[in-house]
C-alpha cells in the first residue's frame, strides 16, 4: 500500500470528502472504498462492498455516514443513494462454507479484492478501512476509521451492510428459532441461548468456538481451550451482485 501522494495532506477538518478531495486535486480521479460487513458475526455470509463516487455535488450523498452509526431505515435511504450516485459500485457476498475454509482474515481479504475487481470503472485509487490490502491493482491507502471519515469508504459501508442484513432477514426466514433478524448472525445471549438449544445451522461459522462448543466439537467454556485449526487457502465460489 501506498502513501498519500507527495504533498496531499487531509485536514482533520476536511469532512467526509476530504481524501477524495484531496486526491483529486492531485489528478486522481476515481477514488474507490471498500469495505465489508459480518467479519465478527459467527452465522450467515461475510459480505463486500466496493464504490466509487463521483466528484462534485453528484457525488455527495446525503445522509451518509458509517453504516453502523446509521439507523436502519437511514441505512437504507442511503443505500438507495449510494446506488443512484456511483460511478460504479459492486457487492460480493462470500458463504459461510467459504469463510470456514479460508480463515475470517483470509476471507476477508478475498472478499475486499474480488469487490475491487468487479468494478466496472477501474479505479486509480482505493481507500481501505483500518488495514493495507495488497492485490487490489492500484495504489491505496488504509485509512484508520475510514468508514467514518471517507465518503467512498462509507458509501461502501453501506452497500455491504444493508446487502447482509437483508440476507440474514431472508435466513431468519428458513430458520426462525435462531432469531436472525434481530441480531444478524452476530454473539448475543439470545443469539447464544438458541446455539445452545438447537446446536448449530447450516449457515453458522464452524470455525468460531461458541458454535463449536454447541456441536459438542469443542469443551464446554472453563475447560481447556483447544486451537484453532487451519484451513486450506482455496478460494471457493461466491455470490455477487454488481451495478453501475
Not at 456511483?86 to 482474515?105: F, I, K, P, T, Y
Request: contains cysteine.
Amino acid at each position: 500500500m501506498s502513501l498519500l501522494p507527495r504533498g496531499a495532506t487531509v485536514r482533520r477538518d476536511a469532512g467526509l470528502y476530504g481524501y477524495e478531495r484531496a486526491l483529486r486535486r492531485h489528478g486522481i480521479e476515481t477514488v474507490a472504498g471498500v469495505d465489508e460487513a459480518g467479519r465478527g458475526a459467527c452465522a450467515g455470509p461475510l459480505v463486500a462492498g466496493a464504490c466509487i463516487l463521483p466528484a462534485g455535488r453528484a457525488g455527495i450523498v446525503p445522509g451518509l455516514a458509517d453504516s453502523k452509526l446509521l439507523t436502519e431505515r437511514a441505512r437504507e435511504r442511503c443505500y438507495d443513494q449510494v446506488v443512484r450516485r456511483a460511478l460504479a459500485w459492486s457487492v460480493v457476498v462470500v458463504s459461510q462454507e467459504e469463510c470456514d475454509r479460508l480463515g475470517m482474515h483470509v476471507a476477508n481479504i478475498e472478499a475486499l479484492r474480488r469487490a475491487v475487481a468487479l468494478l466496472d470503472v477501474a479505479p486509480d485509487y482505493v481507500l481501505t478501512d483500518g488495514f493495507p490490502v495488497d492485490g487490489l491493482g492500484a495504489p491505496g491507502l488504509a485509512v484508520w476509521k475510514g468508514d467514518r471519515v471517507a465518503a467512498c469508504i462509507s458509501a461502501a459501508s453501506v452497500l455491504a451492510k444493508v446487502t447482509r442484513d437483508r440476507i440474514m432477514t431472508e435466513l431468519h426466514e428458513q430458520w426462525p428459532a435462531y432469531d436472525f433478524a434481530t441480531h444478524k448472525g452476530y454473539i448475543t445471549e439470545t443469539h447464544t441461548a438458541a446455539l445452545h438449544e438447537h446446536g448449530p445451522s447450516p449457515v453458522h461459522r464452524m470455525r468460531f468456538v461458541n458454535v463449536r462448543r454447541a456441536a459438542g466439537l469443542e469443551p464446554p467454556a472453563g475447560s481447556e481451550p483447544l486451537g484453532h485449526p487451519e484451513a486450506g487457502l482455496h478460494p471457493g465460489r461466491e455470490e455477487h451482485r454488481v451495478g453501475r
